[in-house]
Protein backbone atom coordinates (compact mmCIF):
# COMPACT_ATOMS: atom_id res chain seq x y z
CA UNK A 1 0.00 0.00 0.00
CA UNK A 2 2.52 2.16 1.10
CA UNK A 3 4.93 2.03 -2.11
CA UNK A 4 1.32 2.44 -4.07
CA UNK A 5 0.62 5.45 -2.26
CA UNK A 6 4.09 6.63 -2.90
CA UNK A 7 3.27 6.22 -6.89
CA UNK A 8 0.34 8.01 -6.38
CA UNK A 9 2.33 11.28 -4.77
CA UNK A 10 4.94 11.23 -6.90
CA UNK A 11 2.99 10.83 -10.12
CA UNK A 12 1.43 14.07 -9.35
CA UNK A 13 4.24 16.04 -8.30
CA UNK A 14 5.93 14.51 -11.43
CA UNK A 15 4.68 17.49 -13.71
CA UNK A 16 6.08 20.22 -11.81
CA UNK A 17 9.93 21.78 -12.39
CA UNK A 18 12.76 20.08 -11.19
CA UNK A 19 16.00 22.24 -11.89
CA UNK A 20 17.64 23.07 -8.57
CA UNK A 21 19.45 19.95 -6.95
CA UNK A 22 22.76 18.89 -6.07
CA UNK A 23 25.65 17.08 -7.70
CA UNK A 24 27.73 14.22 -6.02
CA UNK A 25 30.31 12.40 -6.77
CA UNK A 26 31.85 8.60 -5.34
CA UNK A 27 35.77 7.32 -6.32
CA UNK A 28 36.90 3.98 -5.30
CA UNK A 29 40.32 3.67 -6.35
CA UNK A 30 40.91 4.53 -10.15
CA UNK A 31 37.21 4.67 -10.92
CA UNK A 32 34.78 7.63 -10.24
CA UNK A 33 31.32 8.59 -10.73
CA UNK A 34 29.43 11.75 -10.60
CA UNK A 35 25.54 12.47 -11.05
CA UNK A 36 23.00 15.23 -11.08
CA UNK A 37 20.19 14.79 -9.14
CA UNK A 38 17.31 17.54 -9.04
CA UNK A 39 14.96 18.74 -6.97
CA UNK A 40 12.29 22.19 -7.00
CA UNK A 41 13.63 24.04 -4.56
CA UNK A 42 16.96 25.28 -3.27
CA UNK A 43 15.83 24.41 0.45
CA UNK A 44 15.30 20.74 -0.68
CA UNK A 45 18.72 20.60 -1.87
CA UNK A 46 20.33 22.10 1.06
CA UNK A 47 18.42 19.35 2.82
CA UNK A 48 20.12 16.12 4.59
CA UNK A 49 17.98 13.56 3.72
CA UNK A 50 18.15 14.87 -0.16
CA UNK A 51 21.70 15.33 0.17
CA UNK A 52 22.42 11.84 1.70
CA UNK A 53 20.05 10.19 -0.85
CA UNK A 54 22.12 11.59 -3.91
CA UNK A 55 25.37 9.93 -2.10
CA UNK A 56 23.62 6.76 -2.30
CA UNK A 57 23.03 7.43 -5.79
CA UNK A 58 26.49 8.46 -6.65
CA UNK A 59 27.62 5.25 -5.30
CA UNK A 60 25.20 2.90 -7.34
CA UNK A 61 26.55 5.14 -10.73
CA UNK A 62 30.04 3.77 -9.51
CA UNK A 63 28.62 -0.01 -9.99
CA UNK A 64 26.00 0.21 -12.30
CA UNK A 65 26.38 -2.21 -15.40
CA UNK A 66 23.45 -0.12 -17.03
CA UNK A 67 23.81 1.02 -20.70
CA UNK A 68 21.16 4.43 -20.43
CA UNK A 69 19.35 5.82 -17.64
CA UNK A 70 16.04 3.81 -17.77
CA UNK A 71 17.76 0.55 -17.26
CA UNK A 72 20.03 2.38 -14.26
CA UNK A 73 16.49 3.20 -12.64
CA UNK A 74 15.01 -0.32 -13.29
CA UNK A 75 18.31 -1.85 -11.64
CA UNK A 76 18.38 -2.84 -7.95
CA UNK A 77 18.78 -0.01 -5.57
CA UNK A 78 22.30 -1.57 -4.04
CA UNK A 79 20.76 -0.71 -0.36
CA UNK A 80 17.87 -2.43 -0.60
CA UNK A 81 18.34 -5.08 -3.46
CA UNK A 82 14.13 -5.65 -2.74
CA UNK A 83 13.61 -2.37 -4.59
CA UNK A 84 14.42 -0.80 -7.82
CA UNK A 85 16.39 2.80 -8.34
CA UNK A 86 13.13 4.26 -9.14
CA UNK A 87 11.19 2.76 -6.26
CA UNK A 88 14.14 4.62 -3.87
CA UNK A 89 13.40 7.79 -5.76
CA UNK A 90 9.56 7.52 -5.78
CA UNK A 91 9.82 6.87 -2.04
CA UNK A 92 12.16 10.40 -1.47
CA UNK A 93 9.49 12.40 -3.05
CA UNK A 94 6.89 10.85 -0.68
CA UNK A 95 9.28 11.85 2.24
CA UNK A 96 10.63 15.32 1.01
CA UNK A 97 7.45 16.22 -0.87
CA UNK A 98 9.18 17.83 -4.30
CA UNK A 99 8.74 16.30 -7.27
CA UNK A 100 12.94 14.68 -8.08
CA UNK A 101 14.62 13.49 -10.65
CA UNK A 102 17.74 11.52 -11.28
CA UNK A 103 18.80 13.54 -14.26
CA UNK A 104 22.04 12.04 -15.32
CA UNK A 105 25.39 10.25 -14.18
CA UNK A 106 28.72 9.46 -15.72
CA UNK A 107 32.19 8.00 -15.02
CA UNK A 108 35.33 7.28 -15.42
CA UNK A 109 38.17 5.53 -15.08
CA UNK A 110 42.10 6.02 -15.23
CA UNK A 111 45.33 5.17 -12.96
CA UNK A 112 44.50 8.04 -11.10
CA UNK A 113 40.76 10.24 -10.84
CA UNK A 114 40.24 13.27 -8.36
CA UNK A 115 37.55 14.80 -7.87
CA UNK A 116 35.88 18.40 -6.97
CA UNK A 117 32.70 19.93 -6.23
CA UNK A 118 31.90 23.51 -5.98
CA UNK A 119 29.30 25.64 -4.17
CA UNK A 120 28.15 23.01 -2.19
CA UNK A 121 27.28 20.71 -5.29
CA UNK A 122 26.29 22.97 -7.93
CA UNK A 123 28.76 21.83 -9.89
CA UNK A 124 31.09 18.90 -9.91
CA UNK A 125 34.40 18.02 -11.57
CA UNK A 126 35.55 15.02 -11.98
CA UNK A 127 39.14 14.17 -13.89
CA UNK A 128 40.72 11.22 -15.50
CA UNK A 129 44.63 11.44 -15.41
CA UNK A 130 47.53 9.14 -17.02
CA UNK A 131 50.57 9.05 -14.64
CA UNK A 132 53.24 6.81 -13.51
CA UNK A 133 53.60 8.64 -10.52
CA UNK A 134 51.09 9.08 -7.79
CA UNK A 135 51.94 11.53 -5.17
CA UNK A 136 50.64 14.41 -2.93
CA UNK A 137 52.41 17.31 -5.44
CA UNK A 138 50.49 15.39 -8.62
CA UNK A 139 46.96 14.97 -6.90
CA UNK A 140 47.11 18.53 -6.04
CA UNK A 141 47.88 19.74 -9.55
CA UNK A 142 44.94 17.72 -10.93
CA UNK A 143 42.83 19.22 -8.33
CA UNK A 144 43.64 22.57 -9.32
CA UNK A 145 42.89 21.30 -13.00
CA UNK A 146 39.74 20.16 -11.14
CA UNK A 147 39.10 23.33 -10.15
CA UNK A 148 39.99 25.30 -13.43
CA UNK A 149 37.25 23.29 -15.22
CA UNK A 150 34.79 23.98 -12.81
CA UNK A 151 35.17 27.81 -12.92
CA UNK A 152 36.00 28.07 -16.85
CA UNK A 153 34.04 25.63 -18.33
CA UNK A 154 36.06 23.99 -20.97
CA UNK A 155 34.51 21.76 -23.53
CA UNK A 156 37.37 19.49 -25.08
CA UNK A 157 40.88 18.72 -23.67
CA UNK A 158 42.71 19.54 -26.01
CA UNK A 159 42.10 20.74 -29.58
CA UNK A 160 42.98 16.89 -30.93
CA UNK A 161 39.32 16.05 -29.67
CA UNK A 162 37.48 19.01 -31.53
CA UNK A 163 35.79 18.17 -34.43
CA UNK A 164 36.31 18.90 -38.02
CA UNK A 165 32.84 19.92 -38.57
CA UNK A 166 33.20 22.08 -35.73
CA UNK A 167 35.90 23.72 -37.28
CA UNK A 168 34.26 23.79 -40.17
CA UNK A 169 30.90 25.46 -39.14
CA UNK A 170 33.04 28.20 -36.77
CA UNK A 171 34.99 29.42 -40.11
CA UNK A 172 31.99 29.62 -42.08
CA UNK A 173 30.73 31.98 -39.38
CA UNK A 174 33.68 33.84 -39.18
CA UNK A 175 34.15 34.07 -42.60
CA UNK A 176 30.62 35.56 -42.89
CA UNK A 177 31.07 38.00 -40.72
CA UNK A 178 34.46 39.21 -41.86
CA UNK A 179 32.59 39.37 -45.27
CA UNK A 180 29.90 41.52 -44.16
CA UNK A 181 32.32 44.10 -42.66
CA UNK A 182 33.11 46.67 -45.76
CA UNK A 183 36.86 47.02 -44.48
CA UNK A 184 37.87 43.56 -43.73
CA UNK A 185 36.09 42.32 -46.82
CA UNK A 186 38.35 43.89 -49.13
CA UNK A 187 41.13 41.78 -47.48
CA UNK A 188 43.07 39.68 -49.81
CA UNK A 189 42.31 35.99 -49.20
CA UNK A 190 45.31 34.91 -47.38
CA UNK A 191 44.79 37.67 -45.34
CA UNK A 192 41.10 36.80 -44.39
CA UNK A 193 42.23 32.98 -44.37
CA UNK A 194 44.77 34.00 -41.63
CA UNK A 195 42.63 36.44 -39.71
CA UNK A 196 39.87 32.89 -39.71
CA UNK A 197 42.56 30.87 -38.39
CA UNK A 198 43.48 33.30 -36.09
CA UNK A 199 39.93 33.35 -34.34
CA UNK A 200 39.96 29.50 -33.92
CA UNK A 201 42.81 29.44 -32.33
CA UNK A 202 41.68 32.40 -30.02
CA UNK A 203 38.52 30.29 -29.38
CA UNK A 204 40.66 26.39 -28.85
CA UNK A 205 41.89 28.93 -25.52
CA UNK A 206 38.58 29.63 -24.10
CA UNK A 207 37.20 25.76 -25.07
CA UNK A 208 40.24 23.95 -24.53
CA UNK A 209 41.51 22.58 -21.44
CA UNK A 210 44.95 22.78 -22.29
CA UNK A 211 45.38 25.55 -24.11
CA UNK A 212 43.48 27.74 -21.47
CA UNK A 213 45.57 30.09 -19.46
CA UNK A 214 46.09 28.12 -15.79
CA UNK A 215 43.75 30.15 -13.24
CA UNK A 216 46.64 30.37 -10.80
CA UNK A 217 49.37 31.02 -12.89
CA UNK A 218 52.12 33.83 -11.46
CA UNK A 219 52.68 34.78 -14.33
CA UNK A 220 49.05 35.36 -15.90
CA UNK A 221 50.21 33.96 -19.30
CA UNK A 222 51.01 29.98 -18.56
CA UNK A 223 48.87 27.56 -20.08
CA UNK A 224 47.11 24.55 -18.26
CA UNK A 225 49.69 22.49 -20.44
CA UNK A 226 52.70 24.19 -19.04
CA UNK A 227 51.49 23.55 -15.64
CA UNK A 228 51.09 20.02 -16.36
CA UNK A 229 54.84 19.99 -18.01
CA UNK A 230 55.79 21.68 -14.83
CA UNK A 231 54.48 19.38 -12.07
CA UNK A 232 55.33 16.52 -14.18
CA UNK A 233 58.78 17.47 -14.20
CA UNK A 234 59.43 18.86 -11.12
CA UNK A 235 57.82 14.95 -9.80
CA UNK A 236 59.68 12.64 -12.36
CA UNK A 237 56.25 11.93 -13.76
CA UNK A 238 54.67 11.43 -17.09
CA UNK A 239 51.31 13.41 -16.67
CA UNK A 240 48.64 14.03 -18.70
CA UNK A 241 44.92 14.50 -18.28
CA UNK A 242 42.55 12.35 -20.46
CA UNK A 243 39.61 13.03 -19.92
CA UNK A 244 36.72 14.98 -17.63
CA UNK A 245 33.52 15.17 -16.82
CA UNK A 246 31.82 18.54 -15.48
CA UNK A 247 27.97 18.64 -14.37
CA UNK A 248 26.39 22.17 -13.43
CA UNK A 249 22.80 21.55 -11.30
CA UNK A 250 20.18 22.45 -13.94
CA UNK A 251 21.51 23.46 -17.02
CA UNK A 252 19.75 23.33 -20.03
CA UNK A 253 16.55 23.13 -17.82
CA UNK A 254 13.83 25.36 -17.55
CA UNK A 255 13.68 27.32 -14.08
CA UNK A 256 10.37 27.98 -12.00
CA UNK A 257 9.67 31.13 -12.70
CA UNK A 258 8.14 32.59 -9.08
CA UNK A 259 5.51 35.17 -9.45
CA UNK A 260 5.25 37.21 -6.60
CA UNK A 261 3.48 39.87 -8.08
Avoid at 114 to 125: A, E, F, K, S
Avoid at 189 to 194: L, M, Q, R, S
Wanted: hydrophobic share 40%; with cysteine.
Amino acid sequence: YLRKNGQAKAEKKASRIAAEGICRIAIDGTKAAIVEVNSETDFVAKNETFQTFVESVAKQALTTTAADMDAFMAEAWAEDTSKTVKDALVEKVATIGENLNIRRYETIEAPVVVDYIHGGGRIGVIVAAETDVVNDAVKEALKNIAMQIAALNPKYVSADEVSEEYIAHEKEILLAQIMNDPKESQKPEKVIEGMVMGRIKKEFKEICLLDQVYVKAEDGKQSVAQYIADVAKANGANLSVKKFVRFETGEGLEKKQEDFA
